[in-house]
């Protein structure tokens, strides 16, 4: 069945695995997909991603971290929807937890977070919180 939010079920998976505290997660591949998981290990949520090739479609396979056998992602949701945008300027860039936790934004310079668009005045849709 094909989904239609691939970043909600992204999410989802993380969410569920990490939960069930699985070492990795496999998802679909996409351009959008990979850069969600590169953000996540830049901003030390995640060991490590890789990139799986199949013959149908790839997958973005992502190991997960635990510090103290707690997941580092204590928490992970989905902000703009397919059905309803939420799009935000540099100066009103949402604040997750006071700092605590990023907002992942998708820029017209590419996806980041919510401390770099501010750094870079840019703004965007925000996709999804992690704390």
């Not at 290990?41 to 103290?68: A, P, S, T, W």
């Amino acid at each position: 069945m094909p989904v239609t939010d691939r970043i909600a079920d992204m999410l989802t998976r993380i969410r569920n695995a990490s939960g069930a505290h699985h070492e990795t997660v496999d998802i679909p591949a996409s351009g959008l997909i990979k850069g969600v998981a590169d953000v996540l290990l830049e901003e030390g949520y995640i060991k490590n991603v890789q990139v799986i090739e199949h013959d149908i479609q790839d997958i973005v396979r992502i190991e997960l971290k635990y510090v103290n056998h707690k997941p580092a992602i204590a928490g992970i949701k989905r902000i703009s929807k397919p059905g309803l945008r939420i799009y935000s300027s540099a100066s009103d860039m949402p604040r997750v937890l006071d700092g605590l936790g990023i907002a992942i934004v998708s820029t017209s310079k590419g996806l980041m977070t919510d401390k770099a668009c501010r750094e870079n005045r840019i703004g965007g849709e925000v996709l999804a919180y992690v704390w």
